[in-house]
T-cell receptor, first 114, second 113 residues
Framework: DAGVIQSPRHEVTEMGQEVTLRCKPISGHDYLFWYRQTMMRGLELLIYFNNNVPIDDSGMPEDRFSAKMPNASFSTLKIQPSEPRDSAVYFC????????????FGEGSWLTVV | AQSVAQPEDQVNVAEGNPLTVKCTYSVSGNPYLFWYVQYPNRGLQFLLKYITGDNLVKGSYGFEAEFNKSQTSFHLKKPSALVSDSALYFCAVRDIGDDKIIFGKGTRLHILP
């Protein structure tokens, strides 16, 4: 299995620009999670989907952030407009349903906003 | 709401010595508990989990963890540390009936040659 695939791996953008991060979950996984990792706040859950439907977006920092999952094999996290404080590593993760199933992470998208 | 605490930001251990990375949790019901490891510039990799049954769980790379319900702890252990074990370790908890997994702040493990 190819695992969770994220793109881009690295992005440097200027403040005010739109940023789109992409994720392809593991085939057959019906849960998808977006996390953000920073030195100050650690690993934060931003939003998660079940069967392509957003279930909990309470971790999304503000209206500048949005996430979609148009089908079972693709999700995006968009930041518009981006700010320097959005600089972080963004991880996508997925798992199957069921008791205690493990979530598997992608390699992350390393975002720097200058 | 569930939460997890890793009280140590960093742990230093000499190679060959046993290591312990501490984790305590808080949930309203019964927990599912996980340990992940992160190497530099990489994603998180699954090490082991406790769902039910035997309190001692064995995982990848010789790691194990012990679930202690009375102390609400799930400490990660290894009998003999390797330099290659140096990494960032995350404990995570999921409450039964909840889809979300919440992670601790992470503990940086340094194995000294």
């Amino acid at each position: 299995d190819a695992g969770v695939i994220q793109s881009p791996r690295h992005e440097v953008t200027e403040m005010g620009q739109e940023v789109t991060l992409r994720c392809k979950p593991i085939s057959g996984h019906d849960y998808l999670f977006w996390y953000r990792q920073t030195m100050m706040r650690g690993l934060e859950l931003l939003i998660y989907f079940n069967n392509n439907v957003p279930i909990d977006d309470s971790g999304m920092p503000e209206d500048r952030f949005s996430a979609k999952m148009p089908n079972a094999s693709f999700s995006t996290l968009k930041i518009q407009p981006s700010e320097p404080r959005d600089s972080a590593v963004y991880f996508c993760a997925s798992r199957t349903g069921g008791t205690g199933n493990t979530i598997y992470f992608g390699e992350g998208s390393w975002l720097t906003v200058v | 709401a569930q939460s997890v605490a890793q009280p140590e930001d960093q742990v230093n251990v000499a190679e060959g010595n046993p290591l312990t990375v501490k984790c305590t949790y808080s949930v309203s019901g019964n927990p599912y508990l996980f340990w992940y490891v992160q190497y530099p510039n990489r994603g998180l990799q699954f090490l082991l989990k406790y769902i039910t049954g035997d309190n001692l769980v064995k995982g990848s790379y010789g790691f194990e963890a012990e679930f202690n319900k009375s102390q609400t702890s799930f400490h990660l252990k290894k009998p003999s540390a390797l330099v290659s074990d140096s990494a960032l370790y995350f404990c995570a908890v999921r409450d039964i009936g909840d889809d979300k997994i919440i992670f601790g702040k992470g503990t940086r493990l340094h194995i000294l040659p």
